[in-house]
């Protein structure tokens, strides 16, 4: 049974196509990397394989049961940092954690005890009066990660979490991500620094104008065994951005473009 | 490279002038345009007959030769222009024109241009048409004033802008952190209430507080603190004018541009420290002390239940939202004040206090209840992540704002009883009938509002957002239907000598109601899920 398992997912706005037909197979345990550029659709993939948003066409089976809106057992299962961060900003830190265990069903002792670990662990327990609202960037976002960990999912989602995030946080972040692989949980992170993707994930797929271009294990990817659709294969010891930019680097001809006027 | 003044000054203004059209741009469709269009007319509407009666009053007293009293005229005016930007400060985005350092402008043209800023603003238009109002008036009571009116008007106005201007800049700093934009806000608006009792204050009557040291202090600042201070100042210029008397037409002349100039010079320290490069911190000082395991779990140890985590955390919400409490607050105070026994309408209004203070009260929880969803911005996606139906989280929300209501009803009965004796047994069942009606209707069109027009809410401010017209022309219409129906019942009942037979018939009505609640609670989920795209584009995106 995959984590996630998604089958020919679209998604039209109009007549633009931002997701197409994109396909994806994760297997339990996995630390999945989704890539791409600006644009190549991989928030609106993200928000589709969450629940956010309804795909034209195509299904997404989540821990072997398909997705719905209905399906509240099933989000009860999984965490999700969404691109929005999704979060109450009149609250502190404590009493939004508090409020997200309330809304997953976590008993109070749980609750307690897990809003002191996550906000110790997070660093966020130096303001306790402090609003949300006035966080900078990158505290916001340890409380939305926080708070998708709260219930302990089985399956988590990560669209960017390390925007904005300095690189001590980010350290301590890696470390959690890291702790939940070993113990069997699967992650789903997109990310635009491909130094971190290719530190933490053994898995990635590359998505660009909406379509997989690549995917398998990094070690495939790197050798040139994984699967790669339009692109072409290269030295054994290439580096994630090496892959990443034979796929979706520059257009032909764009370097002639330059601005002759600066 | 030199870059003209012309060039630089019309590329502020044509950025202003854009920043303005685009403000009055609705996504929210063709209603939401309709309603605006008619709600700023009848503003406009309104605050043009404000300047017709300030031209009104201003003919009076100047064909009664009382121009001392043209001060009384100015002072709405000068406190308008004041106080009236730093409360929009309070609830909404301000422009930072320190931004416009980084561009090759000289000291004097920043001052310039940071002058003519607020030459764009709603106050200043304000002010203008009232002005204007003013001149009319008083230059048709008497013809021979026009110069001198104009004069002194223009200096007052010259005054006014650079007060406010400096006001503004020193304030600048502070209003770009949240909490001194929300604290003015709210300390604006309670000045709005506490100003509901000079009146009463002033004019004596039988009013307790007319009597109390309160009072008669309001009393004796209204007489003469004003003197040296611009209203007074420009009227004395128009005074001297009408006497002939020059000496006192200097006063006022200098008197204002004493005024206009130390209101200058204060703008310009502050510039020059601006354009020098230092500001004052907008940092948010941090605490330097790990907090203790206790202080984490302050205020209770987690809700336990998907409605007993909404209702938290609205109670959290609402404690920290200004505009919100002076929502619930003002029908109380309002109602305190019409209890007066000299008030016209009093014995109707004393019949009827209970009824018509509960429907009044209702009006502060009206953008909760029709606009549910509107405060949670980006928190809106959580309800679609977490295992639980929007239709929990709907009805969670209701039973919060009826027990919010609740307390509401209680504080108004109390003073109902206190400011107009106790309410027949009567009346009070029949209220109690009236709103077992009321409020599932309220509910269930609110519920279908949130849902179906929802838009972006600051809670902390009384700010008009996109869609917001729309939303609350509806909700108010429908308010206005729910008590038309509940007096058609009433009086019709009366009018047929059965007042009594007005309970069962409320009660039946609330059966209906109730039924139309339910549905649309168990529509909910329905809606959400077809409407989840459009609520997380109205909601979320750019929060």
Redesign the interface.
Same mark, same amino acid.
């Given at each position: 049974m995959d984590a996630i398992a998604c089958d020919c997912l679209t998604r039209r706005f109009g007549e633009f196509t931002a997701v197409d037909c994109v396909s994806l197979q994760v297997a339990p345990g996995q630390f999945y990397g989704f890539l791409g550029p600006n644009g190549a659709g991989k928030s609106t993939t993200i928000k589709m394989l969450?629940? /956010?948003?309804?795909p034209t066409s195509g299904t997404v089976r989540l821990l072997g049961e398909t997705l719905r809106?209905?399906a509240? @057992? $099933?989000?009860?299962r999984i965490g999700?940092l969404?691109e929005?961060?999704?979060?109450?900003?009149?609250?502190t830190a404590?009493?939004y954690l508090?409020?997200? @265990?309330?809304?997953?069903? /976590?008993?109070?002792?749980?609750? @307690?005890t897990r809003?002191?670990e996550l906000?110790e662990f997070m660093q966020l327990?130096?303001?306790?009066g402090? $609003?949300i609202?006035?966080f900078s960037h990158g505290m916001k976002k340890k409380v939305a990660l926080a708070?998708a960990v709260i219930h302990g999912p089985k399956l988590l989602f990560l669209d960017e979490p390390f925007e904005g995030v300095d690189a001590v946080a980010a350290g301590t972040l890696k470390t959690m991500l890291q702790g939940m692989i070993q113990r069997g949980a699967t992650i789903f992170l997109t990310s635009h620094v491909l130094e971190i993707v290719e530190r933490l994930c053994s898995h990635v797929a590359i998505i660009a104008k909406g379509k997989i271009v690549a995917h398998g294990s990094l070690e495939d990817l790197r050798s040139g065994a994984g699967t790669h659709i339009g692109g072409s294969n290269g030295d054994s010891q290439r580096t994630l951005e090496d892959i990443f930019l034979s796929h979706v680097g520059s257009e032909p001809g764009a370097a002639s473009a330059e601005l002759s006027w600066l | 490279m030199a870059v003209s003044w012309r060039d630089q000054a019309a590329a502020v203004l044509r950025m202003r002038l854009r920043m303005l059209a685009n403000g009055t741009r609705t996504r929210s469709g063709k209603f939401e345009l309709t309603a605006r269009i008619f709600w700023s007319g009848f503003f406009l509407l309104l605050w043009l007959a404000a300047a017709l009666g300030l031209g009104v009053a201003g003919y009076t007293y100047v064909r009664a030769g009382h121009f001392g009293e043209l001060a009384l005229l100015l002072w709405p005016i000068f406190a308008m222009w004041q106080f009236l930007p730093i409360m929009l400060a309070s609830y909404r985005e301000n422009i930072d024109l320190t931004h416009l350092l980084r561009f090759p402008l000289s000291f004097s043209r920043y001052v310039t241009l940071f002058v003519i800023f607020g030459l764009v603003e709603l106050p200043a238009a304000l002010a203008a048409i009232a002005l204007c109002g003013l001149y009319i008036g008083i230059v048709a009571g008497r013809p021979a004033l026009w110069a001198a009116t104009l004069a002194a008007f223009a200096v007052f106005a010259l005054c006014n802008l650079l007060l406010t201007r400096a006001i503004f800049a020193w304030l600048d700093r502070m209003l770009a952190q949240r909490r001194t934009r929300e604290l003015l806000g709210m300390l604006f608006l309670f000045g709005f209430l506490g100003l509901q009792w000079l009146n009463p204050a002033y004019h004596g009557g039988h009013n307790v507080f007319t009597t109390t040291a309160f009072g008669r202090a309001v009393r004796a600042l209204a007489a003469g603190w004003h003197g040296p201070l611009p209203p007074a100042l420009a009227a004395r210029i128009i005074a001297g004018a009408a006497a002939g008397n020059a000496a006192g037409m200097a006063i006022g002349l200098v008197g204002l541009l004493l005024f206009a100039g130390l209101a200058g010079a204060l703008l310009t320290l502050r510039l020059r420290r601006e354009y020098a490069g230092e500001a004052l911190s907008d940092a948010v000082p941090m605490s330097s002390h790990p907090s203790s395991a206790a202080s984490l779990t302050r205020g209770g140890r987690g809700a336990g239940s998907p409605v007993g985590a909404i209702f938290s955390k609205e109670f959290l919400y609402l404690k920290r939202s200004g505009a919100v409490l002076y929502g619930l607050v003002a029908p109380l105070f309002l109602l305190f004040l019409i209890g007066q026994k000299d008030t016209p309408g009093y014995t109707v209004i004393a019949q009827f206090a209970l009824p018509l203070g509960a429907t009044y009260g209702f009006l502060g929880l009206t953008r909760l209840v029709s606009n549910s969803l509107g405060g949670e911005s980006a928190g809106l996606q959580f309800y679609w992540l977490a295992p639980v139906r929007i239709r929990t989280v709907i009805l969670a929300k209701n039973l919060f704002h009826i027990a919010l209501f609740a307390c509401e009803l209680i504080l108004i009965a109390v003073v109902v009883r206190f400011r107009f004796g106790a309410p027949s047994r009567f009346m009070v069942v029949a209220t109690i009938a009236y709103l077992l009606f009321a409020l599932p209707a309220q509910f269930a069109m609110g519920d279908l509002l949130s849902l179906r027009m929802a838009y972006r809410m600051t809670l902390t401010r009384m700010s008009r957002e996109p869609g917001a017209v729309a939303n609350a022309s509806l909700s108010l219409l429908t308010q206005i239907m729910i008590l038309a129906v509940g007096t058609a019942v009433f009086f019709g009942l009366r009018w047929w000598h059965r007042p009594h037979l007005a309970i069962p018939v409320f009660l039946l009505l609330a059966v209906v109601s109730s039924a139309g609640w339910a549905w649309v609670l168990s529509a909910a989920d329905g809606i959400a899920e077809r409407r989840r795209e459009a609520l997380s584009a109205t909601l979320v995106r750019g929060s």
């Amino acid at each position: 049974m995959d984590a996630i398992a998604c089958d020919c997912l679209t998604r039209r706005f109009g007549e633009f196509t931002a997701v197409d037909c994109v396909s994806l197979q994760v297997a339990p345990g996995q630390f999945y990397g989704f890539l791409g550029p600006n644009g190549a659709g991989k928030s609106t993939t993200i928000k589709m394989l969450t629940g /956010l948003l309804a795909p034209t066409s195509g299904t997404v089976r989540l821990l072997g049961e398909t997705l719905r809106p209905d399906a509240y @057992a $099933l989000k009860g299962r999984i965490g999700v940092l969404p691109e929005g961060m999704a979060l109450f900003e009149r609250l502190t830190a404590a009493e939004y954690l508090r409020f997200v @265990a309330g809304m997953y069903g /976590l008993d109070r002792d749980v609750t @307690a005890t897990r809003t002191r670990e996550l906000l110790e662990f997070m660093q966020l327990d130096t303001t306790p009066g402090r $609003l949300i609202a006035d966080f900078s960037h990158g505290m916001k976002k340890k409380v939305a990660l926080a708070a998708a960990v709260i219930h302990g999912p089985k399956l988590l989602f990560l669209d960017e979490p390390f925007e904005g995030v300095d690189a001590v946080a980010a350290g301590t972040l890696k470390t959690m991500l890291q702790g939940m692989i070993q113990r069997g949980a699967t992650i789903f992170l997109t990310s635009h620094v491909l130094e971190i993707v290719e530190r933490l994930c053994s898995h990635v797929a590359i998505i660009a104008k909406g379509k997989i271009v690549a995917h398998g294990s990094l070690e495939d990817l790197r050798s040139g065994a994984g699967t790669h659709i339009g692109g072409s294969n290269g030295d054994s010891q290439r580096t994630l951005e090496d892959i990443f930019l034979s796929h979706v680097g520059s257009e032909p001809g764009a370097a002639s473009a330059e601005l002759s006027w600066l | 490279m030199a870059v003209s003044w012309r060039d630089q000054a019309a590329a502020v203004l044509r950025m202003r002038l854009r920043m303005l059209a685009n403000g009055t741009r609705t996504r929210s469709g063709k209603f939401e345009l309709t309603a605006r269009i008619f709600w700023s007319g009848f503003f406009l509407l309104l605050w043009l007959a404000a300047a017709l009666g300030l031209g009104v009053a201003g003919y009076t007293y100047v064909r009664a030769g009382h121009f001392g009293e043209l001060a009384l005229l100015l002072w709405p005016i000068f406190a308008m222009w004041q106080f009236l930007p730093i409360m929009l400060a309070s609830y909404r985005e301000n422009i930072d024109l320190t931004h416009l350092l980084r561009f090759p402008l000289s000291f004097s043209r920043y001052v310039t241009l940071f002058v003519i800023f607020g030459l764009v603003e709603l106050p200043a238009a304000l002010a203008a048409i009232a002005l204007c109002g003013l001149y009319i008036g008083i230059v048709a009571g008497r013809p021979a004033l026009w110069a001198a009116t104009l004069a002194a008007f223009a200096v007052f106005a010259l005054c006014n802008l650079l007060l406010t201007r400096a006001i503004f800049a020193w304030l600048d700093r502070m209003l770009a952190q949240r909490r001194t934009r929300e604290l003015l806000g709210m300390l604006f608006l309670f000045g709005f209430l506490g100003l509901q009792w000079l009146n009463p204050a002033y004019h004596g009557g039988h009013n307790v507080f007319t009597t109390t040291a309160f009072g008669r202090a309001v009393r004796a600042l209204a007489a003469g603190w004003h003197g040296p201070l611009p209203p007074a100042l420009a009227a004395r210029i128009i005074a001297g004018a009408a006497a002939g008397n020059a000496a006192g037409m200097a006063i006022g002349l200098v008197g204002l541009l004493l005024f206009a100039g130390l209101a200058g010079a204060l703008l310009t320290l502050r510039l020059r420290r601006e354009y020098a490069g230092e500001a004052l911190s907008d940092a948010v000082p941090m605490s330097s002390h790990p907090s203790s395991a206790a202080s984490l779990t302050r205020g209770g140890r987690g809700a336990g239940s998907p409605v007993g985590a909404i209702f938290s955390k609205e109670f959290l919400y609402l404690k920290r939202s200004g505009a919100v409490l002076y929502g619930l607050v003002a029908p109380l105070f309002l109602l305190f004040l019409i209890g007066q026994k000299d008030t016209p309408g009093y014995t109707v209004i004393a019949q009827f206090a209970l009824p018509l203070g509960a429907t009044y009260g209702f009006l502060g929880l009206t953008r909760l209840v029709s606009n549910s969803l509107g405060g949670e911005s980006a928190g809106l996606q959580f309800y679609w992540l977490a295992p639980v139906r929007i239709r929990t989280v709907i009805l969670a929300k209701n039973l919060f704002h009826i027990a919010l209501f609740a307390c509401e009803l209680i504080l108004i009965a109390v003073v109902v009883r206190f400011r107009f004796g106790a309410p027949s047994r009567f009346m009070v069942v029949a209220t109690i009938a009236y709103l077992l009606f009321a409020l599932p209707a309220q509910f269930a069109m609110g519920d279908l509002l949130s849902l179906r027009m929802a838009y972006r809410m600051t809670l902390t401010r009384m700010s008009r957002e996109p869609g917001a017209v729309a939303n609350a022309s509806l909700s108010l219409l429908t308010q206005i239907m729910i008590l038309a129906v509940g007096t058609a019942v009433f009086f019709g009942l009366r009018w047929w000598h059965r007042p009594h037979l007005a309970i069962p018939v409320f009660l039946l009505l609330a059966v209906v109601s109730s039924a139309g609640w339910a549905w649309v609670l168990s529509a909910a989920d329905g809606i959400a899920e077809r409407r989840r795209e459009a609520l997380s584009a109205t909601l979320v995106r750019g929060s």
